[in-house]
């Protein structure tokens, strides 16, 4: 299976007469764009800006962010089980449009008001100190900013913004459909020298199953309390997994990063070179017992064991003790059945980094790649302007949170700052070992 | 495992994160019987002369689903 994935660079964006990509400009129809999200009875205002890397530009009630691409050709489509219909998806040519992202905000009202299931959003700077340590301050941003009709469930917010922003991304991609890229990689995990250490990587993430939506989709099916399971890392490039878009804080992900995950990328470029990557374990955690936590490390460890890996990387997502245990006892069970595992993850710390940054360890993890702290606050000097709100409206990230007044500065930790957290490698974020 | 870690002396094992001293999913009087258990080996535990950190287990069964 082979993917050709295809870049056009976006270095401009601008409004139009129509929707056209012509050598790095993006011109956008704004009436066909809004045509497009009112087609959704359930969106009652919707509006457009472009938000610009440098601009003192303000984004609030952020709740996801995508980068348009779209399949041209080989089975199924990007977003398959949202967009499409449930096909096996990886191989053929997508198109990108890169440099750029459809950034929703959205405000709805909420029917769960608490709790690990209630919604939440966060802030997105284009200047400043959160612009530096976010990817999504340094690409052109097209913002849809939505607000929903009074009485939507909690599951219908979600499909209501995340069919709009994907109906979005797929539309401005929609416009390299006749065009030769500049660039394109194909990726794939074909046979190579069998000399070459075997690796697999192992994608822990968090999922509720008490919440509407579980946080993290395959093919649009909510994750919930699944056994590990086997993919092809090009699903990744195609969307295969999406998010909850009702939960928009900056500790969880977004689908943008689902699509440009830091680890698959680089283990499906050394794959030939440095080693043979076998593919990807997705392990839903965060089991409440300790008998589901030892069994969903047995059973990732046994299916690297069975895919006759030596080493194996793990990654994590949510800041949660819970799910800690269960990636903890994960990397131990790999440890013992003889593989080399690597823990690639974030850091609790505190504000200041003297904190301990993790509430539970086992002596096996004794490989940790650290993407920095996700406690580090950051003082965010007031903007010139905002998107996403009224001037003068304030915001609450959390259900039962402080309110804030976005127009005015701020002193907020990476939890509430969209793209600051790396789950999974790729960041802004320098380390030092001092 | 992480109470242990944490440095706490005395562990009781409970049954499960959201609800550590029972379980939802029995009918009122066993769930009844089940929190007695535990407390009960709470009480023991609490007597006990100690060298080191201990786990102490009740007499439960529980639906770990």
Not at chain 1, 151 to 169: D, P, R, S
Not at chain 1, 218 to 239: C, K, M
Not at chain 1, 391 to 403: I, K, N, S, T
């Amino acid at each position: 299976m082979k993917l050709e994935l295809a870049t056009f660079p976006v270095t401009k964006v601008q409004w139009g007469e129509r929707t056209v990509y012509r050598d790095g400009l993006l011109e956008i129809d704004k009436q066909e764009l809004l045509s497009l999200v009112r087609e959704d009875p359930k969106i009652v205002s919707a509006d457009f800006d472009i938000a610009l890397p440098g601009d003192e530009t303000r984004i609030v009630n952020v709740r996801d962010v995508v980068e348009p691409r779209i399949k041209i050709a080989g089975p199924g489509c990007v977003f398959p089980g949202i967009l499409g219909p449930v096909e096996s998806v990886g191989s053929g040519r997508t198109h990108r449009l890169g440099g750029m992202a459809v950034v929703v905000s959205a405000t709805y009202r909420p029917t769960i008001l608490s709790g690990t299931a209630a919604q939440n959003s966060s802030v997105l700077d284009m200047w400043g100190p959160l612009a530096e340590a976010t990817p999504f301050g340094s690409t052109i941003n097209v913002v849809l900013a939505i607000k929903l009709q009074d009485g939507v469930t909690e599951l219908e917010a979600h499909a209501a913004i995340q069919l709009a922003e994907f109906k979005i991304a797929r539309r401005l991609a929609e416009t390299t459909r006749e065009l030769t890229a500049p660039e394109a990689e194909v990726f794939g995990i074909g046979e190579v020298d069998p000399a070459l250490p075997r690796v697999v990587y192992i994608d822990s993430f968090l999922t509720n199953w008490h919440a509407p939506h579980s946080l993290v989709a395959y093919y649009g099916l909510p994750v919930r309390e699944s056994l590990p399971t086997y993919i092809h890392p090009n699903e990744y490039l195609d969307g295969a997994l999406t998010k909850d878009t009702r939960i928009g804080s900056g500790e969880y992900t977004y689908t943008w990063e689902w699509l440009n995950k830091g680890i698959v990328y680089r283990l499906l470029r050394e794959h030939g070179k440095r080693l043979n990557f076998l593919g990807v374990i997705l392990q839903r955690t965060r089991f409440e017992a300790e008998h589901g936590k030892q069994v969903t490390a047995m059973c990732a460890a046994q299916m690297a064991k069975l895919l006759r890996a030596e080493g194996a990387i793990v990654t994590r997502t949510v800041m949660s003790g819970a799910n800690l245990v269960d990636v903890m006892l994960t990397v131990q069970a790999c440890e013992k059945s003889g593989l080399k595992t690597v823990f690639l993850t974030p850091e609790w710390g505190g504000h200041d980094g003297t904190e301990p940054p993790f509430v539970f360890a086992v002596p096996e993890a004794d490989a940790i790649v650290s993407t920095g702290s996700t406690d580090r606050e950051y003082r965010l000097p007031a903007p010139k302007k905002l998107i996403g709100i009224k001037p003068g409206e304030r915001v609450q990230l959390y259900a039962g949170d402080r309110w804030l007044s976005p127009s005015e500065e701020l002193t907020l930790d990476d939890t509430c700052l969209a793209g600051t957290t790396d789950w999974w490698g790729g960041g802004k974020y320098t380390r030092v070992q001092y | 495992m992480v109470a242990l870690q944490l440095g706490a002396t005395r562990v009781v094992t409970g049954t499960k994160i959201p609800n550590p001293c029972g379980d939802v999913n029995l009918p009122a009087e066993d769930d009844r019987q089940l929190r007695c258990e535990i407390v009960k080996c709470a009480l023991e535990a609490l007597q006990a002369n100690l060298e080191s950190a201990r786990t102490f287990v009740p007499k439960i069964n529980f639906t770990s689903g």
